[in-house]
């Protein structure tokens, strides 16, 4: 069955460079979600899309945005990168009514800003 | 402000034993609470979910009782197998216009030692 694929699946840049990454939800599923997993962490809720205009949005900071196009896969864009953004960066897909069944997680980006 | 709490971060536990691990929440908002597994460099997948209206779901190997009044809830796995050890987030959602973002627990590792 398809995942959520997320691409690359490890990047290194240096401070005050800009990253993208990219998310390919799974089939029909409507729905995208952004998660920011630091060191020892929980995931923290970044932003959501659903049919292509944000949901909602958690804890991204302004140097970062975020978009879902017209065939459903999402790009977060990180600028003026910082040490601190150093994270696993996990994309989740699901359809509307993911409530009891959750939804499906991507593998995750690792970044790394040195 | 940790809504959802895992105190306990890592547990180990006898293959054929029972695991429990446990989750504590604050907003009573909450109507979806759902447990994922993580192993290392994957995406969290989902494993089992409950919805405030009920106090137990199974499935499985797998049992999740909430507590409303108590504001708790546990995963239960008998028997324990070597293969269960993981990371394992407790999560949460509110139904309605935030398209189901989750909140997650720091989560418990939990080793089942052959």
């Known amino acids: 069955a398809a995942g959520v694929i997320q691409s690359p699946r490890h990047l290194i840049k240096e401070k005050r460079e800009t990253a993208t990454l990219k998310c390919y939800p799974i089939?029909?599923?409507?729905?995208v979600y952004w998660y920011q997993q630091g060191p020892g962490q929980d995931p923290q809720f970044l932003i959501s899309f659903y049919e292509k205009m944000q949901s909602d949005k958690g804890s991204i900071p302004d140097r970062f945005s975020a978009q879902q196009f017209s065939d459903y896969h999402s790009e977060l864009n990180m600028s003026s990168l910082e040490l601190g953004d150093s994270a696993l960066y996990f994309c989740a897909s699901s359809p509307i009514i993911a409530g009891f069944y959750g939804y499906t997680f991507g593998s995750g980006t690792r970044l790394t800003v040195v | 402000d940790q809504q959802v709490k895992q105190n306990s971060p890592s547990l180990s536990v006898q293959e054929g034993r029972i695991s429990i691990l446990n989750c504590d929440y604050t907003?009573?908002?909450?109507?979806?609470f759902l447990w994922y597994k993580k192993y290392p460099a994957e995406g969290p997948t989902f494993l089992i979910s409950?919805?405030?209206?009920?106090d137990k779901n199974e499935d499985g190997r797998f049992t999740v009782f909430l507590n409303k009044s108590a504001k708790h809830l546990s995963l239960h796995i008998v028997p324990s197998q070597p293969g269960d050890s993981a990371v394992y987030f407790c999560a949460a959602s509110t139904s309605g216009g935030s398209n189901y973002k989750l909140t997650f627990g720091k989560g418990t590792l939990l080793t089942v030692n052959p």
């Open positions: 409950i919805s405030s209206i009920k």
């Open positions: 089939p029909r599923h409507d729905t």
């Open positions: 907003n009573s908002m909450f109507d979806y």
